[in-house]
Every structure is written in structure tokens, then in C-alpha cells.
């Protein structure tokens, strides 16, 4: 697969631009202090609803990293064609379908790496009989469904301005009104 080399290039601009090791291991330790501290305090008070706050807290932290993902990854095929290096890379041999793979993937891997930073934590309500097992399960699986989407329309609002700022103004407008759209249609 061709796509490889340009995969480790955008990985390696990335972790050049914005230090996503560092930026992980805050994150991890935020989710482990944060649920230590609700286990303590729910220990403490013998509160049976600290599991369910807990899952709470984390599921809006997995929800604030969907929705920034947008700013994270909103201009990676603009930032391509502002900088003119687009014909570049169709120029060394790459097709379309490969330079957007590329992007694709690499974008995807910056983008799920903080969410997955939380990830261990989000057991901790299920483990200890505050959440049923459906719920973990719909957490679990519904974070990342929604990470997809968010990068789905970021790519696309990529793909379709110029500038980065543009890209993430289109990527969160086209994902509100894409979400706002079935409620729409049912209230019709």
C-alpha cells in the first residue's frame, strides 16, 4: 500500500504540532483523578448513584472530545491546498482515493486518541454496579459511532473551503443541521 509513507507524515506533523502524547497523559490522568475522587466521595456518603454520575462525567468528557474534534482535524485537506502541495502528492504517484485514505486514517487516529484516553474509565460505573450492562455497552459503542461522524464531516468540510477556520465553522453547522434534521422531519 502506497498510502503508508504519507500516513506516518501527517502522524509526524501532527505529533510535531501538537504534542498529543502530552496532551493524553493530562487527559488520563484528569479521568483517573476525577474518578477516584467520585468513588471516594461516593464511599464516603454511601451514595449508590455515584456509578451512574460517574458515567455521567465521563460520557460528557467522551462528548466534549467528539466535539472538538472538528477543530482538530477540520482543515488537514485545506491546509493541503492552501499550502499547494495537493498536485505534489497526485504528482509522486498517489491517486485520489489514496491521499484521501491517507488523511482519512491519519486524521481518525489523532482524533480517537484522546477519546480513547478515557476509555479504561468508563468501566469503572459498570464494574461497580452503578450502570447496567445496556448502558456501558451504548457508551462504549456510541462514543466512537459519533467520533466517525464528527470526522466524516469534518473531512467533507475540508474537502470543501480553504482555510481551517472555514472548515470547522461548515463541519459544526453541517453536523448541527445533520442532527437536527430527523427531529425535523418527525415534528413535520
Known amino acids: 500500500m502506497?498510502?503508508?509513507?504519507?500516513?506516518?507524515?501527517e502522524l509526524r506533523v501532527a505529533l510535531r504540532k501538537q504534542r498529543p502524547a502530552r496532551g493524553r497523559l493530562k487527559i488520563a490522568a484528569l479521568a483517573a483523578g476525577g474518578s477516584a475522587l467520585f468513588l471516594l466521595f461516593g464511599r464516603l456518603t454511601n451514595d449508590r448513584g455515584v456509578g451512574g454520575s460517574l458515567e455521567q462525567f465521563l460520557c460528557l468528557?467522551?462528548?466534549?472530545?467528539v466535539l472538538t474534534a472538528p477543530t482538530l482535524i477540520a482543515g488537514v485537506l485545506a491546509e493541503e491546498r492552501r499550502n499547494q502541495t495537493l498536485g505534489l502528492l497526485f504528482l509522486s504517484g498517489l491517486g485520489p482515493g489514496e491521499v484521501f485514505a491517507s488523511k482519512f486514517l491519519s486524521s481518525a487516529?489523532?482524533?480517537?486518541?484522546?477519546?480513547?484516553?478515557?476509555?479504561?474509565m468508563l468501566a469503572l460505573p459498570f464494574l461497580t454496579g452503578g450502570v447496567s450492562y445496556d448502558?456501558?455497552?451504548?457508551?462504549?459503542?456510541?462514543?466512537?459511532?459519533?467520533?466517525?461522524?464528527?470526522l466524516a464531516v469534518s473531512?467533507?468540510?475540508?474537502?470543501?473551503t480553504r482555510e481551517d477556520g472555514a472548515a470547522t465553522v461548515l463541519a459544526n453547522t453541517v453536523g448541527a443541521l445533520l442532527c437536527l434534521l430527523a427531529p425535523a422531519i418527525y415534528l413535520a
Open 61 to 65: 468528557a467522551g462528548l466534549y472530545f
Open 109 to 120: 487516529l489523532i482524533a480517537f486518541t484522546n477519546l480513547l484516553a478515557i476509555y479504561p
Open 135 to 150: 448502558v456501558f455497552l451504548a457508551i462504549i459503542c456510541g462514543l466512537p459511532v459519533l467520533m466517525l461522524f464528527a
Open 155 to 160: 473531512l467533507l468540510a475540508s474537502v470543501l
Open 2 to 9: 502506497v498510502c503508508l509513507p504519507l500516513i506516518e507524515r
